[in-house]
T-cell receptor, first 114, second 113 residues
């Protein structure tokens, strides 16, 4: 069965500092992995996706994530945090062959300090 | 940009009343998902449809919740009778394939008094 673990329910960084949000997954089949962002009172928006092409995936708003099979990780990074990055971030793994379900992590709320 | 549209955006009603939430998936998307988000439980999958057929509704309380797709452009989620513990934000999402992203609507914020 698939699972996703996001370490740290809350992360605070200073404006301009590196953003690192952690995601580890478990999957018995090659996974499809996604990062979503949720701003207040909005739905989830796709940041980036990994679907077995390049292991370093670039997304919107300057975010990127690296798929590391040996570490079963898909951490999200951004070199320099902006105030507008404050939001909740969700990692998700696709449920594998025969299912269209995502397994979502519990989310990480990012706070950006001025 | 194509969007998933959910109505209503907000709903306040009294316990025992029927609640109907609607979702218009992105044109051409054949997979539709219903999620519920609360502070305590996070994001939960309630049900999903593929080509209008229900594939999995194991996350949905069967006694009071029902989900349907009358046609390819409309999905509905009904609660009857509603209870205060149903208060949450309900999201609809649509997609095409397992390796393609799900696209989310802005949700219906439901408050049951």
């Amino acid at each position: 069965a698939q699972s996703v673990t996001q370490l740290g329910s809350h992360v605070s960084v200073s404006e301009g500092a590196l953003v690192l949000l952690r995601c580890n997954y478990s999957s018995s089949v090659p996974p499809y992995l996604f990062w979503y962002v949720q701003y207040p009172n909005q739905g989830l928006q796709l940041l980036l996706k990994y679907t077995s092409a390049a292991t370093l995936v670039k997304g919107i708003n300057g975010f990127e994530a690296e798929f590391k099979k040996s570490e079963t990780s898909f951490h999200l990074t951004k070199p320099s945090a902006h105030m507008s990055d404050a939001a909740e971030y969700f990692c998700a793994v696709s449920g594998g062959s025969g299912t269209y379900k995502y397994i979502f992590g519990t989310g990480t709320r990012l706070k950006v300090l001025a | 940009d194509a969007r998933v549209t959910q109505t209503p955006r907000h709903k306040v009603t009294e316990m025992g009343q029927e609640v109907t939430m609607r979702c218009q998936p992105i044109l051409g998307h054949n997979t539709v998902f219903w999620y519920r988000q609360t502070m305590m439980q996070g994001l939960e999958l309630l049900a999903y449809f593929r080509n209008r057929a229900p594939l999995d509704d194991s996350g949905m309380p069967k006694d009071r919740f029902s989900a349907e797709m009358p046609d390819a452009t409309l999905a509905t989620l009904k609660i009857q009778p509603s209870e205060p513990r149903d208060s949450a934000v309900y999201f609809c999402a649509s997609g095409l394939m397992a390796n393609q992203p799900q696209h989310f609507g802005d949700g219906t914020r439901l408050s049951i008094l």
